[in-house]
């Protein structure tokens, strides 16, 4: 199975840049998952790494460090409307079950 | 059109009762999941139907039993309701099984009282 962690919570100011960690334990990696949700709606796909490295998607970034377990998710020029819930999850290369973490509550402040 | 839709949206019921959450996508994908969010958050599988075929079936009551007419249909029925079954149940569906992007429908708040 999979052991996942990342804060329950981060605040930063509106512009600015913000960096979320997810450490992982797992019997099989098959790819970490970041995804976003905002209160009271379902959560929605950000981004995938499967390899070790740095994947940009326009502001935000996610890097992947297999060896060490550890995934980040970079939010840059913050917005209000980027306040929400990020969620770390891994595959699993047995059965492809996405086991998700607890997430984290980002809040963007003016 | 709504890609991944469930409902009902809220239930409101009494502890004993059975209670049933539809949930249908029409995206084409070949795998549908249940996931439960309790109050802490945390999103945990349930169930993963594979073209109507159970895949993925974690450690749950047998209270809960899934049903799949056909790919893009993944029913989940609730026997004798109890108080620990007050979250928020969503919907997903993915391409494929092996797919890491799930495309979640709204979710369905469960209260039990």
């Known amino acids: 199975g999979q052991n996942i962690d990342q804060p329950t919570e981060m605040t930063a100011t509106e512009g600015a840049i913000v960096q979320i960690n997810c450490t992982y334990q797992t019997s099989g990696f098959n790819g970490l998952f970041w995804y976003q949700q905002h209160a009271g709606e379902a959560p929605t796909f950000l981004s995938y790494n499967v390899l070790d490295g740095l994947e940009e998607k326009g502001r935000f970034s996610s890097f992947l460090s297999r060896s060490k377990g550890y995934s980040y998710l970079l939010l840059k020029e913050l917005q209000m409307k980027d306040s929400a819930s990020y969620l770390c999850?891994?595959?699993?290369?047995?059965?492809?079950?996405?086991?998700f973490g607890a997430g984290t509550t980002v809040t963007v402040r003016a | 059109d709504t890609a991944v839709s469930q409902t009902p949206k809220y239930l409101v019921t009494q502890m004993g009762n059975d209670k049933s959450i539809k949930c249908e996508q029409n995206?084409?994908?070949?795998?549908m999941y249940w996931y439960k969010q309790d109050s802490k958050k945390f999103l945990k599988i349930m169930f993963s139907?594979?073209?109507?075929?159970?895949?993925i079936n974690e450690t749950v009551p047998n209270r809960f039993s899934p049903k799949s007419p056909d790919k893009a249909h993944l029913n989940l029925h609730i026997n004798s309701l109890e108080l620990g079954d007050s979250a928020v149940y969503f919907c997903?569906?993915?391409?494929?099984?092996?797919?890491?992007?799930?495309?979640f429908g709204e979710g369905s708040r469960l209260t039990v009282l």
């Open positions: 139907y594979n073209n109507k075929e159970l895949i």
């Open positions: 999850a891994v595959r699993d290369r047995n059965d492809y079950k996405l086991s």
């Open positions: 995206l084409g994908h070949d795998t």
């Open positions: 997903a569906s993915s391409q494929t099984s092996q797919a890491g992007e799930l495309f």
